[in-house]
Every structure is written in structure tokens, then in C-alpha cells.
């Protein structure tokens, strides 16, 4: 799935080149080309699907060369992730009705990938021989307002367990008790399921959007028409709330993969090098002063900047746009850029 703006992630990431086509951490790869190479050490080049809106799908071709073009699917318009994993599945069911599918974010970071790929084979085996809904948890940090969280049912020494509640995107408060219960994980958007229980799970929970995509012949040079016209129909849902938090084959396998979705300024910040003052700088021209636990990013790396009296800011700045904001702000990010939509030409900034 690569269709996101990242809006959390403004001033870099924007509509026209959002984050998952940009080398966020430095690493010489975009996260989508991580992702790609990621899952390709188990899932062969013809069986990967790249879902993005329309406007991304020469970037996706130009990052990804050696995927087929036709495996790179565009989007007539954002309805969130819902619609997108019907659209896949419906296709990848066309050619192959008994496949198992991963579902995975383009913009995500995996650091120990030796254990996210044992952690996928054990799904992909779950899937083929059980009707699950499957999705990987990570032991919370923090009382992220972001991500979904996984309440599961314990039982000891098992490598997976069935979920008993699932909550998208909670609240602050009600994030701090599912931390203080010690029950929850976060959940990973890195979904593993058989293409039949998917399908059976939108007939079930979203009946309506599923017979919206029964009208299409997938595959076909006739696909994109009907997509054209389907989409304007369908409800602006996500997976999570549409299908996983209703659900009753949903299983969870916790997985410490040195994940983040670096999907805020503070997650880039967790993840960055940082100097002796806990400052996580990107650039040589930057003279730091009783200052500390700053995110400092600057586009251009030949600007000379001066920061004095600063404690745990984010000061980002780009061709565009400058961003100052304290850390504990980065969820209002994106009440921000709704703020700057409403200015004149707002759209220049965004």
C-alpha cells in the first residue's frame, strides 16, 4: 500500500512527493524500495502488487524498475485502505484463487527483517490451513494516538493468539490505559490472510463496497473504466475499522521487528543518530547551543543555521515551508496543514 500523503510527516512529505518515495532516515533507499526488497527475499517479483492513487504510479515505476508496470495499481481517488485491499484482492483472486496475501505499508521501518520473515512465514502457514485474519503486534512504547491497538487473549508460550478487542486510533487517554494494562500491542498495518477469507470478511462486514467490486472483470482492459466508476461509490473506510475491529477470526503474532511506521517527526527522531545533547541533526551547517532533544532537517544541507535555547523541538525546513513545533505537538501536524489549506494558495505549501 503506497498511496498515503503522510501529512503527519509535513513539511517533507507532501501530496506531490509524500514520504514513502523519500530517503527519510538517509539509508540511500526510499522506504518503498525497502519494502520491495524486504518482502522480496520470500514473495517472487511477479507476485508483488504496488496500490497507490494515480498520481504516484510514474514514481512508483521510476523506484521500482524491476516490478512489472502491471503490477503497480492506480487509484482513481483516496478511500483508504478498505477499498484498496478489496481492489487487490479481487485482482490477485483472478489469478489465483487459493493464494495467501501480505499486506504491507510502503513507508514502514523493519530493522531486525530476519525475524519479520519468520514472523511472515508463520502466518502465511497460519493462512493457508485456517480461516484467519492475521496481523502483527508490537509491545507499545508510548500512548500513540496513531496506530491500532490489539487487545489479545493470553495464553502462555504461544507463538500467536486470538484478538479480543481491536481499536483504531484512540485517543490519548484511553491509549495511557491500554499501556497501563499491559494487554495490548500495537498493531503493525502488516496484514497475512488467504484471498478467500478476506473476500468472505467484506461480504460479511462490508457488504455494500463488495458488491460495488463484484461489477468489474479484473485483469482485463476493461479493469480501469470500471474502477473509474466504482470508486466515487464506496465508503472512505479503513481495513481496521470496516473489517478487523468486527471480526472473529482475527489472530495477532507478536513481533519485535525494531519496527516504527515513521509515520511522525517524533518516530523519525527515536530512530535517528543523535550527538552528546540527545540533538538528532541532518546537516554539517548547523551550530547548536544549550540546546537538546531537537529533530533538526534541512533540505538544503548548505544553509547555515543557528539554534539556541531549544529543548525537544522540531525544526524542519524545506524549499516550501519551515516547520517549528515542541515534540509533544507532532500529532497536531496535521491540524496544521488543514490550517494552511484554509489561507490563499495554501495549496503551494502542501
Not at 501530496?15 to 539509508?27: A, E, R, S, V, W
Not at 487459493?98 to 521501518?109: M, R, S, Y
Not at 491509549?175 to 478467500?196: M, R, Y
Not at 530512530?271 to 533540505?299: C, P
Amino acid at each position: 500500500m503506497a498511496g498515503g500523503i503522510g501529512s503527519r510527516f509535513w513539511p517533507m512529505s507532501t501530496q506531490k512527493y509524500p514520504k514513502q518515495f523519500q530517503d527519510i532516515l538517509g539509508t540511500g533507499q526510499t522506504m518503498i524500495q525497502q519494502t520491495y526488497d524486504r518482502i522480496r527475499k520470500i514473495v517472487s517479483a511477479e507476485n508483488i502488487f504496488v496500490i497507490t492513487n494515480n498520481e504516484y504510479v510514474s514514481l512508483t515505476e521510476e523506484q521500482l524498475p524491476d516490478l512489472n508496470p502491471t503490477n503497480i495499481v492506480g487509484e482513481p481517488m483516496m478511500k483508504n485502505t478498505a477499498a484498496c485491499n478489496l481492489y487487490i484482492a479481487k485482482k490477485i483472486a483472478n489469478q489465483n484463487a487459493k493464494a495467501n496475501i501480505i499486506v504491507l505499508p510502503a513507508d514502514h521501518l523493519i530493522l531486525k527483517e530476519n525475524v519479520f520473515l519468520k514472523k511472515v512465514e508463520l502466518a502465511f502457514n497460519l493462512a493457508e490451513k485456517n480461516d484467519y485474519l492475521i496481523t502483527l503486534g508490537i509491545k507499545p512504547t508510548r500512548p500513540e494516538t496513531g496506530y491500532g491497538y490489539i487487545q489479545f487473549v493470553e495464553k502462555k508460550s504461544a507463538e500467536y493468539y486470538k484478538v479480543k478487542t481491536f481499536t483504531e486510533k484512540p485517543d490519548v487517554e484511553i491509549a495511557k490505559t491500554f499501556i497501563e494494562s499491559g494487554d495490548f500491542l500495537w498493531n503493525a498495518g502488516i496484514f497475512v490472510w488467504n484471498v478467500q477469507s478476506i473476500l468472505d470478511a467484506f461480504t460479511k462486514y462490508l457488504p455494500e463496497m463488495s458488491q460495488h467490486f463484484e461489477s468489474c472483470e479484473y485483469n482485463s482492459d476493461n479493469e480501469s473504466g470500471c474502477i473509474n466508476l466504482i470508486y466515487p461509490k464506496v465508503n472512505k473506510i479503513s481495513i481496521d475499522n470496516g473489517i478487523l475491529e468486527k471480526a472473529t477470526n482475527v489472530y495477532v503474532i507478536p513481533a519485535d521487528l525494531g519496527w516504527s511506521d515513521l509515520g511522525t517527526w517524533t518516530s523519525i527522531y527515536e530512530n535517528s543518530n543523535k550527538d552528546q545533547n540527545e540533538n538528532a541533526v541532518n546537516s554539517k551547517h548547523v551550530v547548536i547551543y544549550n540546546s537538546s532533544g531537537n529533530i533538526i532537517k534541512l533540505k538544503n544541507h548548505h544553509k547555515a543555521v543557528v539554534i539556541d535555547g531549544l529543548e525537544n523541538y522540531i525544526v524542519v525546513d524545506t524549499d516550501k515551508a519551515l516547520l517549528i513545533c515542541p515534540r509533544e505537538n507532532d500529532q497536531l501536524i496535521k491540524d496544521y496543514v488543514q490550517d494552511l489549506k484554509t489561507l490563499k494558495k495554501g495549496e503551494i505549501f502542501l
